[in-house]
Structures are given as structure tokens and as C-alpha cells.
């Protein structure tokens, strides 16, 4: 089990850009695949990107494709969202979450722990 910590979010311009950092516990970060979701109140929740253990692989949903960049810095256990040409249609709550398996990253079941959350808001 990996304990998670967001930060980061806050109020920003469309166009801007902000950077979303989630802070985990535990010695095997290394092992963890991690992946970021948002969520709108009264919507589904919905995949953002994937990094792997390593940070060799990643996925991005289409809407974020080329505005969005995760990357992880294992000896720091951290991972982040680099969020670039911000749109109000990406206000959410941000989370990052954790897991062991890498299968169907691109779903919320894949991922066994998972961040409080931080709050995205984009004016446009």
C-alpha cells in the first residue's frame, strides 16, 4: 500500500499551465504504475494519463494529448502533471492513484490507492 498526496492545484487563466504533484510513502514506489484521473461533480470519473514504474511508458487521454506531460522522479516518490494550454473544460478535481499491475491502466479499477485529490479550475 502507498499513501498519496496531491498539490498543486489552484485557479489559473485558460491558456495557462500548472504542474501537479503527488507525493507518495513507502519504500516501492519504484514497483508502483501511477496514473492521474479527474472528476467533475455530477460526472464519471475520468482517465488523464499513465506513467509505469520505470517512466519509460506513458498514455495520455486524447483530450490532454500534447497540452499534458507525467513524469516521476522515483528518488523523490513523487510523480507529476505538467499541465500546459490550460481549458475551462479541464476544471476538476484532480487525483493521482496507485497500483502493482500495469493491466487496463486506463481504468480506475487497475489502481489500488489513490490521493485526496486537488482542485483544478480554469477561467476562461
Known amino acids: 500500500q502507498v499513501h498519496l498526496v496531491e498539490s498543486g492545484g489552484g485557479l489559473v487563466q485558460a491558456g495557462g499551465s500548472l504542474r501537479l504533484s503527488c507525493a507518495a510513502s513507502g519504500r516501492t514506489f519504484s514497483s508502483y504504475v501511477m496514473g492521474w484521473f479527474r472528476q467533475v461533480p455530477g460526472k464519471e470519473r475520468e482517465f488523464v494519463a499513465y506513467?509505469?514504474?520505470?517512466?519509460?511508458?506513458?498514455a495520455y487521454a486524447d483530450s490532454v494529448k500534447g497540452r499534458f506531460t507525467v513524469s516521476r522522479d522515483n528518488a523523490k516518490n513523487t510523480v507529476y502533471l505538467q499541465m500546459n494550454s490550460l481549458k475551462p473544460e479541464d476544471t476538476a478535481v484532480y487525483y493521482c492513484?496507485?497500483?502493482?499491475?500495469?493491466?487496463?491502466?486506463?481504468?480506475?479499477?487497475?489502481?489500488?490507492?489513490w490521493g485526496q485529490g486537488t482542485q483544478v479550475s480554469v477561467s476562461s
Open positions: 506513467i509505469s514504474g520505470s517512466g519509460g511508458t506513458t
Open positions: 492513484a496507485g497500483g502493482l499491475w500495469g493491466i487496463d491502466v486506463r481504468l480506475g479499477s487497475a489502481y489500488n490507492d
